[in-house]
């Protein structure tokens, strides 16, 4: 058994109650089990979503301590093999060959779009290895090549951004500027929200990129504030957004400003006042919590201490939940099979099997019968891009917290 990352994790990083899927771990090593089962997580443990990979590596532990807790996977231990790649890309090609060649039977993750691109094209597609990222949003990726090896539970930044050029317009404005980080996710997630907004009769005054990680950002804001009183701003907030932020709200003849999930951050309630926190206005890809599915997981999640409604956490819970079944219906953990079995257990087909409802999936597998995945974050029937549909929210802040609608 390859116990040894899993047991000697820092106990403040574990969810609730993993303490019993690692004994039942470890049970099964003193028993002579033949190996446990490990799937790569190369999540951005640092970096510029450091803080949100930190809490979507917790949703996809609770999967596997949920698995574990219910007999294991194909009769052994599941395992996630996590890695920090930083949200970069050279890196993760590199944690990436190492999760893979340490036996890796498919990646849960990466997080950031730039390296799930490079990740894909240099080493899982080549490798014949299944990727299922939980956070990756760029439209790049539906159109990759990919020989049916490349899945997210995330869907495409061309949700949000087209829901944040209808959530711009219907806010009343018609002119705007933007301003994009030079990486994967932020340039192609502007250029969805330009596109739109110009299709909706929207004008955009400014486009212009800017560099990550700046000590400050006074002359982008001058030019995006000489533009536009609103501002489209796409950035992380650990990568220069809180700091871009700053100096476009200290500009007096900025407005509003609109962005992503990048910028969503819980540093922002501390960094700005209430009256500038008011000017401001988010679209994030949202759990679809009028299901079932999400009502299940709210349960399981605030009951473990998660943070259920965190950005993209849901989604890591899917994706490590279905990988185990994936791999269950698979019958083994031949990387071959593992892309036919993602899309035979979440299709619109089948008995309805819920977060946390392992046994009851294995059993309805061992029967022959058809299942359909219903997730924390909605229903995940993926296309034949390995895309899913997904639904985004509209997060404003207003008495003191961030209050989340749905984009209609």
């Known amino acids: 058994m390859k116990l040894h990352n899993l047991l000697h994790e820092p106990a403040l990083r574990r969810p609730a109650g993993v303490a019993r899927a690692l004994a039942f771990a470890l049970a099964m090593a003193c028993n002579g089990a033949v190996a446990d089962i490990t799937v790569g997580a190369p999540f951005a443990l640092s970096g510029p979503v450091g803080e949100q990979a930190q809490a979507m590596r917790q949703g996809a532990e609770l999967a596997v301590q949920q698995v574990n807790q ?143 990680k700046q000590a400050d950002y006074q002359r982008e804001a001058r030019a995006a504030a000489a533009g536009a009183g609103d501002v489209a701003l796409f950035a992380y907030s650990g990568s220069g957004g809180v700091q871009y932020l700053k100096d476009l709200l200290a500009q007096p003849g900025v407005r509003r400003v609109v962005g992503t999930d990048g910028l969503m951050s819980k540093d922002l309630a501390t960094a700005f006042a209430a009256d500038q926190l008011a000017r401001l206005t988010f679209v994030l890809a949202a759990a679809d919590t009028e299901r079932e599915g ?25 994706a490590a939940f279905m990988m185990a079944l994936a791999i269950e219906a698979a019958g083994s953990a031949d990387r071959s099979r593992i892309p036919a079995a993602l899309r035979s257990i979440a299709g619109p087909k089948g008995t309805l099997i819920y977060p946390g409802e392992f046994a009851k999936a294995r059993a309805l597998i061992k029967q022959g019968a058809r299942i359909n995945y219903e997730g924390a974050s909605g229903p995940l029937d993926f296309d034949a891009a390995g895309d899913i549909t997904g639904r985004a929210s509209v997060n404003r802040y207003r008495n003191g917290a961030w209050q989340a609608t749905f984009v209609k």
């Open 294 to 318: 999400y009502k299940r997981w709210l349960a399981m999640a605030t009951a473990a201490r998660l943070k259920a409604d965190g950005p993209y956490v849901a989604h890591a819970y899917d």
């Open 70 to 212: 219910q007999g294991g996977l194909l009769g052994d231990a599941y395992r996630l093999n996590f890695a920090d790649t930083g949200c970069d890309p050279d890196k993760g090609v590199e944690v990436v060959r190492q999760l893979i060649q340490a036996g890796a039977v498919a990646l849960v993750g990466p997080v950031c779009s730039g390296v799930t691109l490079r990740v894909a094209r240099s080493v899982t597609i080549p490798a014949g290895v299944a990727l299922l990222s939980v956070a990756s949003a760029s439209s790049l990726i539906t159109g990759l090549n990919d020989q049916d090896l490349v899945f997210r539970t995330a869907p495409s930044d061309a949700l949000k951004g087209s829901a944040l050029a209808r959530v711009a317009f219907d806010m009343g404005m018609r002119s705007l500027a933007i301003s994009h980080a030079s990486d994967a996710y932020n340039t192609g997630v502007a250029q969805v929200f330009a596109d739109a907004f110009k299709a909706l009769g929207g004008r955009v005054t400014v486009n212009q990129k800017h560099e990550p």
